[in-house]
């Protein structure tokens, strides 16, 4: 008598396309290692896979555009390759539900956050030709009504968030960084941002967790760990201990395998001075910082529902540069915000000058729905915000391109991530991933994972050249 097994080329295939931010990128692996438990098999062209995911972003317009185009592509395969079903997960997907449904029919289902954990047996019944009701949204921050004590607590799986606190996880990249999820929600009630709406109230994973899934990384050939949160200078403070990512830092340092931690998005009015000596000295730890200013107006941060001012600012980056002279420091800004005037728009700017930050991401204002700011009197129109943008973009640019060049001359650690036509192309220190240039070596015999020391000799924009030590 035989038994009779499935080779996995028998198995049903699925093809993830992640889009928007870090925490996508996690919340696809998560899913992805959810899909291969459940007897999927990961692929990684979408017109070869049997159903194809899209992990969408719900943040601004053009991130919106950007997913349901996806969708539509995905959705032609239907008719050409192998796809059998195209379904919507990720923020655009939770935060609009039933109506997104509607209005792209193209889909075959939009899945919420609540489905993730069931996700194989949501894609079977969908590939089985079944229908699947979109959700209604609601607002994800009612879900999590229990006090920090009970959090600290509580093992169960906590409600209304993309992940729990300890998930599977399958790597999609096989690069040497990878992001590393220290929370999700957001406590705070910015004006302009709805992410809490359908992202929820602030949830710290527990550093066991964390700790659990940086070794599985290290093992797996992750050399950077990059900590991903809505507000990483939160984490610990739903646990009874604010304080809890200064003594993280240095386990996540040690985690054998990995040579760098880089910790993402902190509030400036939260980052705290201990805080910032753990970031800045920990050995391990880059001595970078990821400030969201979005603007320096003390009058445009009040209707953000913001704090800080040009002086507290700058006396920050200070603290910084006291402890780390060469850190690198990035930040986002926001302009033509409504009541936005001339003078807060050179205010914005002067701060920019005396800031010397590394990078600094330029976005117009645009309504998001369900926001407040999206009910304020004194909008500026389209164009007068364009206009206000593209003067920004390029003072920043130009700033950018004189704060690398002050580099040059620098001694730097660069993480070797590709290797192509003989260009060996990492990042040093103060370089986040994807969006803070890059450092090319123009010498050396490095290898893809390697953390190797440099000169700069030259800089282009953001990016840099370097000689190896």
């Given amino acids: 008598m035989t038994t009779e097994t499935s080779s996995p080329s028998d198995l049903l295939s699925v093809a993830m396309v992640t889009l928007g931010c870090a925490r996508n990128e996690v919340d696809s692996e998560e899913l992805a290692g ?90 079977r019944s969908i590939m089985a030709g079944e229908s699947h009701e979109a959700h209604t949204p609601q607002d994800r921050r009612t879900l999590l009504p229990i006090t920090p004590v009970e959090r600290a607590l509580s093992t169960a799986p906590v409600p209304g968030h993309a992940s729990g606190p300890a998930s599977l996880r399958r790597r999609l990249d096989s690069g040497p960084t990878a992001s590393l999820k220290l929370a999700s929600g957001c406590d705070r009630r910015c004006s302009f941002c709805a992410i809490p709406s359908f992202r929820g109230s602030f949830v710290s994973r527990r550093p066991s967790d964390v700790l659990q899934e940086a070794r599985w990384l290290g093992g797996n050939g992750v050399r950077e760990l990059f900590l991903v949160s809505e507000n990483s200078t939160s984490y610990g403070k739903d646990l009874g201990d604010l304080r809890l990512l200064e003594t993280l830092l240095p386990e996540l340092a040690a985690v054998e395998g990995v040579d760098r931690v880089r910790v993402s998005y902190l509030q400036p009015a939260e980052t705290r001075p201990g805080l910032i000596e753990a970031i800045a000295t920990t050995p391990g730890v880059a001595p970078y910082f990821d400030l969201s200013f979005q603007h320096a107006s003390a009058g445009v941060l009040r209707r953000m529902r913001r704090f800080g001012d040009p002086e507290s600012f700058l006396s920050l980056l200070e603290q910084i540069r006291g402890l ?53 009197d004194a909008k500026l129109d389209d164009d007068e915000i364009r206009g206000r943008a593209e003067h920004v973009t390029a003072l920043v640019e130009e700033l950018t391109s004189q704060r690398a060049a002050e580099r040059v001359g620098e001694t730097v650690e660069v993480l070797v991530e590709r290797i192509d036509d003989e260009t060996t192309e990492g990042r040093a220190a103060h370089q986040g991933p994807e969006v803070d240039g890059s450092t090319y070596l123009l010498d050396g015999d490095a290898q893809v994972g390697d953390l190797v020391r440099a000169v700069v000799v030259e800089s282009e924009g953001a990016d840099l050249y370097a000689r190896v030590v």
């Fill in 324 to 376: 780390a002279p060469d850190a690198g420091v990035r930040s986002n800004v926001i302009v033509g915000f409504p009541g936005e005037t001339e003078d807060d728009l050179q205010t914005l700017c002067d701060f920019l000058v005396a800031a010397r930050l590394d990078v600094t991401g330029v976005f117009g204002y645009s309504d998001e729905d369900g926001t407040e700011a999206a009910t304020y």
């Fill in 34 to 123: 959810r899909l291969e438990a459940g007897g999927f098999r990961l692929v990684d062209d979408p017109a070869a896979a049997d159903t194809v995911v899209v992990n969408t972003c719900g943040f601004v317009e053009s991130a919106k555009k950007d997913s349901v185009d996806t969708l539509l592509e995905a959705a032609d395969l239907k008719a050409s390759g192998r796809p059998q079903a195209v379904v919507a997960v990720g923020c655009m997907a939770e935060r609009y539900g039933k109506e997104l449904a509607d209005s792209l029919p193209e889909a075959d289902a939009v899945l919420g956050f609540d489905d993730y954990p069931d996700i194989a047996a949501r894609l």
